[in-house]
C-alpha cells in the first residue's frame, strides 16, 4: 500500500519539478534610448536669429572670394501648420512660408506691394536648409520665452472684441477706417487699429496690450524695445489706413519723420492669433520707404 502511494507522489511531482528545471527567466526587456535629433544646419546663433552660409559659385571661386556670406533668419513659428521665416532689417523685411512636407516655398518680397513669387523647395540651398531645421524643431520661435527663462508675467487681459461692437465703433468714428477690403469690420482690424493710434497718440503702455502676451516679455515687442524706437522719431507716427486680406492678417499704413528730417512710409503686414474671446498681435512684417 505504501508502495502504491509512493509511485503515485512520483508521477504527480515529477512532471512539475522536470518544467521548472526547463525553464528559464526571461530578463526584463531594455527600454531603447530615445532616437537623436538630426545635426542642425546653422553654423551661427545670435539671440533668436540663425545663420545659414551662402554656397560659393565656382565662378567667385575663380574671382578670389574665399568666404562665403551668412543669411539670417528669424523662425516666426507655424500658425495653422504654415511654416513661417523671415530675413532682412529695418530697411524691409522678406517673409518664406512652406507647409511640412514642403513642395514650394511662398516668398513674400520687401517691395511697396508685397510681390510674391515661389521657388521649389530644395533642402540643400540656403533657405531649403533653414526650413529643414525648422521643420526638425531645432529653432526657437522669434519672440518666445526660452525655456530656461523665469516665467512670463500673467497675461493681461484685454477686452474680447465682436464683429457688432466693431461695425458700431467704425460707423460711430468717421475717422477711423476699421474696414476691410470687402468694406465689412474685422476684430482684427479693429485689434490692428487700436494699437497703431495708441502708438499714434504717444501711449506705447496702451499700444503694448493688444500685443500677444508672452511676445511682450522678449525682443522687439518689449515694450521698452517699442518705447526706444518712437521716442527716436522726429514725431508720432501718422497712421493712414488697414485693411485685411484672406488669410487672417492685416494691412497698416503709416508713415514718421526722422529726426534727421528724413520721412518714411511703412506697409505693415501683421499677422494676429486669436483664442476664444481674445486676439492679439502675434507678428509684424514691414516695408519701410524712406
Known sequence: MDAVKIAVLLAVVAPLTLGACGREDTPAAQSEPPPQPPPHHWIVKEGQEYGYPEEISPTEALAGRAASEVQMFRYM???????????????????????????????????????????????????????????????????SVPPQAPSPAAPIAVAPIDATSSATAAQSDGSNQSQTGAGV???????????????????????????????????????????????????????????SLNDGSVVARYSYKKRDGGKCSTTARIFMSASEEQIYIQNVLFNSRC
Open 77 to 143: 513659428g507655424n500658425p495653422n501648420g504654415d511654416y513661417r521665416l523671415m530675413s532682412g532689417g529695418a530697411s524691409g523685411q522678406t517673409l518664406y512660408e512652406c507647409h511640412n512636407p514642403c513642395d514650394v516655398i511662398r516668398i513674400t518680397l520687401p517691395d511697396y506691394y508685397g510681390s510674391v513669387k515661389h521657388v521649389v523647395f530644395n533642402p540643400s540651398t540656403v533657405i531649403g536648409s533653414a526650413f529643414t531645421d525648422a521643420f526638425n524643431g531645432q529653432l526657437e520661435e522669434y519672440g
Open 185 to 243: 469690420a474685422s476684430p482684427a482690424v479693429d485689434v490692428v487699429t487700436h494699437f497703431y493710434r495708441a502708438l499714434e497718440s504717444g501711449n506705447v503702455h496702451e499700444a503694448a496690450m493688444m500685443i500677444l502676451p508672452e511676445k511682450r516679455e522678449v525682443g522687439p515687442f518689449r515694450e521698452a524695445s517699442l518705447t526706444k524706437f518712437y521716442s527716436s522719431l522726429a514725431g508720432p507716427i501718422q497712421f493712414s489706413d488697414v485693411s
